[in-house]
């Protein structure tokens, strides 16, 4: 059963920084896109950021400039970079992939980032 295990969710004060990784439990070339999702209390999932199987990313307008995604091919593991982050950063984070060989939409458990002083 593939498996996407996110880590590195905590509280933070604004204006700090976090980084969240995602482990599969299979090579990250077997996803065809992988991302991060996150939700809020109250509001709907939205995109945070993508990276495709070729390396091309994109973002979501409101984290733009201040997170990075990125990936480790050895470790079979997708990071997410959060900077200069805000209150309305909380949310549920959740890591997302396409699983190629079961034509199968993979979802992490989630991991809660809290942006408070």
């Known amino acids: 059963q593939v498996q996407l295990v996110e880590s590195g969710g905590g509280l933070v004060q604004p204006g700090g920084s976090l980084r969240l990784s995602c482990a599969a439990s299979r090579s990250i070339f077997s996803f065809n896109r992988m991302g991060w999702y996150r939700q809020a209390p109250g509001k709907e999932r939205e995109l945070v950021a993508r990276i495709s199987i070729g390396g091309s990313t994109n973002y979501g307008d409101s984290v733009k400039g201040r997170f990075t995604i990125s990936r480790d091919n050895v470790k079979d593991t997708v990071y997410l970079q959060m900077n200069s982050l805000k209150p309305e950063d909380t949310a549920v984070y959740y890591c997302?992939?396409?699983?190629?060989?079961?034509?199968?939409?993979?979802w992490g458990q989630g991991t809660l980032v809290t942006v408070s002083s």
């Open positions: 997302n992939g396409y699983f190629i060989p079961e034509y199968l939409d993979v």
